[in-house]
């Protein structure tokens, strides 16, 4: 069973602080994505990875930055943490090869910015 | 970017009854995911399809490439089934990335 895991289910930060989430995935997957989830507005991509030091912006990247140093993993970073960052941030990865758009989520962090 | 709409947003049902999703989108597309969020976050897939219908147990998905239209349909609903029904679309050129509807809340009876 493919597995990903988040580094924290919850986690409450101060406004400005640098803040890091983590993701790994277990089955060698090259793409992985960063996901937030807004009620009203549902899943929204901020960025993802399709390689190991590869990545691309998807539709809501500003005050995000990313990492992939190695294939299992998958940083999201928060530079300056905002209030308006606060959010359920999902991360998810798929195969290349036969189903590239099955992705597999992880259980998501719930970022809370005061 | 695919605009993809589900509908209802909101749904309650009484134990037992026949459930339909609905989820249409903008632009052709490479495959459709139905996905169900329980309440705590985790997110899992219940079906991936490109065309035709597929069925899990009581779940059934069907969709209409010409147009563009999916629905997920849950047979003799319980009250387990409640959960956010997610409809989620790939395209080519996209990065594999997919585009969310903004989910229908199900709230089953006893």
């Known amino acids: 069973d493919v597995k990903v895991t988040q580094s924290s289910r919850y986690l409450v930060k101060r406004t400005g602080e640098k803040v890091f989430l983590e993701c790994v995935q277990d089955m060698d997957h090259e793409n992985m994505f960063w996901y937030r989830q807004d009620p009203g507005l549902g899943l929204r991509l901020i960025y993802f990875?399709?390689?190991?030091?590869?990545?691309e912006k998807g539709d809501i990247p500003e005050g995000y930055s990313v990492s992939r140093e190695k294939k299992e993993r998958f940083s999201l970073i928060l530079e300056s943490a905002s209030t308006n960052q606060t959010s359920m941030y999902l991360c998810a990865s798929s195969l290349w090869g036969t189903n590239p758009y099955e992705q597999y989520f992880g259980p998501g962090t719930r970022l809370t910015v005061t | 970017k695919n605009e993809v709409e589900q509908s209802p947003q909101n749904l309650t049902a009484q134990e037992g009854e026949f459930i339909t999703i609905n989820c249409s989108y903008s632009?052709?597309?490479?495959?459709l995911h139905w996905l169900q969020q329980h309440p705590g976050g985790g997110i899992v897939s219940l079906f991936m399809?490109?065309?035709g219908k597929k069925k899990h147990g009581r779940l059934i998905a069907t969709i209409n490439i010409q147009e563009k239209h999916s629905s997920l349909h849950i047979t003799a609903s319980h009250p387990r089934d409640s959960a956010v029904y997610i409809c989620a679309v790939g395209m080519v050129g996209s990065g594999y990335a997919l585009n969310f509807g903004k989910g229908t809340s199900l709230l089953v009876t006893p």
């Open positions: 632009v052709g597309i490479s495959a």
């Open positions: 990875s399709y390689d190991v030091k590869m990545k």
């Open positions: 399809l490109s065309s």
